[in-house]
Structure formats: structure tokens, C-alpha cells
């Protein structure tokens, strides 16, 4: 299905109500098809459904991983994986032992052996047409359609 940039915002208002702590989120594409963009608005709708301000949104690219606390208990972990080489690489990050505490936004991936079993897998393609993307969406485990 083709999504303009605005249809991501939508998108991520339905995603918000659907993924809860020990969820995850695993974004596939190419450079510049909006994995970000995505992240940033599924941020700002789970900080809005929990009666928050957004915190300002920055890629993780060279960080790796970026955290935003909503609730004491309720974190989102944002992680950009495209810098990482091997599986092993995923140790020093932190993203299996967080993985039943957190909200999981993962950029990037395919390096995931040990997948979390309950997640959405969205893929991000370009199309021909400048301001649109083909996505597709898989979910997996108890997070339902």
C-alpha cells in the first residue's frame, strides 16, 4: 500500500494503540524511505496517548540508541542498528536485556537474530512518486491486526 508522509502520521496514531511495554517495532528500507519520519511521529503519538509533552526527536544514528522516559516504567528505546556489523555487536547495546522493559523502535533491523517475538515488522519502499512510499506491515506474536 502507498502512504504519503501524512498517511505515516496516521499510520502511527493506529500503531500507538495497538504496541505496549515489550513490544517492538522493527523498521526495513533503504536510506531516506521514512523510517525515521515514522519513529518520530509513533514518539510523539505514544508521548500524547500517555498525557505528555514530546520530547524533541533525534535519529540515533551515531548514538545508536536513544531513550525517551515516559512513566517510570514506561520507556521507549529508539535504535538505529545501521552502524553495526555482526549480531554480536548487539550485546554492547543493551537491546535483548531491555527488550520485555521498553517500547522498541528499531531502525535497521536485519542484523536481529533472536527476534522479539511479539512485534510489527513495517517495510518502507520508495515508489515512483516523490512524496509516497510503499509499505507493508507484518504482525507477529499478540499484537493484533
Do not use: C
Not at 525517551?68 to 542498528?81: E, S
Amino acid at each position: 500500500m502507498n502512504y504519503t508522509l501524512k498517511d505515516l502520521s496516521d499510520l502511527s496514531k493506529r500503531i500507538s494503540k495497538k504496541i505496549k511495554t515489550g513490544h517492538s517495532i522493527y523498521l526495513k528500507g533503504n536510506l531516506g524511505t521514512g523510517k525515521t519520519t515514522f519513529s518520530k511521529y509513533l514518539i510523539k503519538e505514544i508521548f500524547k496517548k500517555n498525557n505528555k509533552k514530546s520530547p524533541e526527536v533525534t535519529s540515533p544514528t551515531f548514538n545508536i540508541a536513544q531513550y525517551y522516559p515516559i512513566k517510570a516504567q514506561k520507556i521507549i528505546a529508539h535504535y538505529d542498528l545501521y552502524r553495526l556489523k555482526k549480531p554480536k555487536d548487539l550485546d554492547h547495546i543493551g537491546l535483548h536485556e531491555l527488550e520485555d522493559k521498553v517500547i522498541s523502535i528499531v531502525e535497521w533491523p536485519e542484523i536481529i537474530k533472536k527476534k522479539n517475538k511479539n512485534r510489527i515488522e513495517i517495510a518502507l519502499k520508495h515508489t515512483k512518486l516523490d512524496n509516497q512510499r510503499n509499505v507493508s506491515i507484518k504482525y507477529f506474536g499478540s499484537i493484533k491486526k
